[in-house]
């Protein structure tokens, strides 16, 4: 779905953990015949992976997609509502409040930063 409805040119970039599906050589001629970047973490931690754990903690959290012993076919149609939710319908902060649609068709994207915090700058937080 990404790949087909993709408006820019940049590559796309798959995130997973380091599971045996992802891992597998047909799972990988998929990810290179359309010129998808894989990533994956290292040793299978899921802080080195952020963004698909977000993405499997929202599925989760706010669809509820494994609470429920549903078949594969209503589980799929869950998923895809769910991705369709997320890309159209939900601003995300990270997107300067935009759908990620609304943002993938902006010609130039100013992508946020987010600084670290310095441990030298506590004014605001002691007296």
């Not at 040119?9 to 045996?20: A, N, Q, T, V, Y």
């Not at 977000?54 to 706010?62: A, C, S, T």
């Not at 494994?66 to 902060?93: C, F, G, S």
């Amino acid at each position: 779905m990404a790949q087909k409805q993709r408006k820019i040119k940049e590559s796309l970039i798959h995130h997973s953990d380091r599971g045996i599906q992802y891992c597998s050589d047909e799972y990988q001629y998929y990810l290179n015949k359309y010129k998808i970047k894989c990533s994956m973490t290292e040793n299978s931690d899921p802080y080195e992976n952020a963004i698909a754990e977000r993405i499997n903690g929202i599925l989760k959290q706010e669809f509820m997609i494994d609470t429920y012993h549903l078949d594969l076919t209503l589980m799929k149609q869950i998923v895809e509502e769910a991705i369709n939710i997320y890309n159209n319908d939900r601003p995300h902060w990270s997107n300067h409040m935009l759908t990620p649609n609304q943002m993938h068709l902006k010609s130039n994207m100013n992508y946020k930063t987010y600084k670290t915090k310095s441990s030298r700058n506590l004014s605001a937080t002691t007296a």
